[in-house]
T-cell receptor, first 111, second 114 residues
Framework: QKEVEQDPGPLSVPEGAIVSLNCTYS??????FMWYRQYSRKGPELLMY????GNKEDGRFTAQVDKSSKYISLFIRDSQPSDSATYLC???????????FGAGTRLFVKA | DAGVTQSPTHLIKTRGQQVTLRCSPI?????VSWYQQVLGQGPQFIFQ?????ERGRGNFPDRFSARQFPNYSSELNVNALLLGDSALYLC????WGEGNYGYTFGSGTRLTVV
């Protein structure tokens, strides 16, 4: 079993839709969770990080962590064509010296 | 302020050759990590250096080595290149050793082994 599982998609939505991206993880000791956005031929860009369970909002983006089910989500409201990218969920291992990434979900937002 | 800079951006090498990739972290950041990203997959951890000491190593063969210099820049070396080493190599910079608050990544070096 992979430590972080993420559906690779692709996910295609019309402009203005609400997007839900999801990951599961296996180790209940993981405490910090991140979402990165990666455009083609670029490095990942940190969108948000959260600690433990709960929600965190930043503009059109909301990150949600449910530690009881080991489930993390990223919601994008009013999606734009510029949101078309690969979204990676990630968590540092205990000790924090390495980050474990999901496979990434490719998102296409159609104008 | 400049972000994380990596060089070269692209290179093509022949099987069996050796390659050196370079990374300069954000000014003031003391930690540099290296990740390998194969097409269609998430980044895989190779090394982390903090204050010039290796703090962690991923599940990669001894052909992979790295070091961090007094100015906190870093090099990743790969010897005896295999076709399977073809990937995007990413350098990540952070202020501290723990990655709990995320990293700033460079744009990567795309290595093609033929």
């Amino acid at each position: 079993q992979k430590e972080v599982e993420q559906d690779p998609g692709p996910l295609s939505v019309p402009e203005g839709a609400i997007v839900s991206l999801n990951c599961t993880y296996s180790n209940s000791a993981f405490q910090y969770f991140m979402w990165y956005r990666q455009y083609s031929r670029k490095g990942p860009e940190l969108l948000m990080y959260t600690y433990s369970s709960g929600n965190k909002e930043d503009g059109r983006f909301t990150a949600q962590v449910d530690k009881s089910s080991k489930y993390i989500s990223l919601f994008i409201r009013d999606s734009q064509p510029s949101d078309s990218a690969t979204y990676l969920c990630a968590t540092p291992n205990t000790g924090g010296f390495k980050t474990i990434f999901g496979a990434g979900t490719r998102l296409f937002v159609k104008a | 302020d400049a972000g994380v800079t990596q060089s070269p951006t692209h290179l093509i090498k022949t099987r069996g050759q050796q390659v050196t990739l370079r990374c300069s972290p954000i000014s003031g950041h003391k930690s540099v990590s290296w990740y390998q990203q194969v097409l269609g997959q998430g980044p895989q951890f190779i090394f982390q250096y903090y204050e010039k000491e290796e703090r962690g190593r991923g599940n990669f063969p001894d052909r992979f080595s790295a070091r961090q210099f007094p100015n906190y820049s870093s090099e990743l070396n790969v010897n005896a290149l295999l076709l399977g080493d073809s990937a995007l190599y990413l350098c990540a910079s952070s202020l501290w050793g723990e990655g709990n608050y995320g990293y700033t990544f460079g744009s990567g070096t795309r290595l093609t082994v033929v």
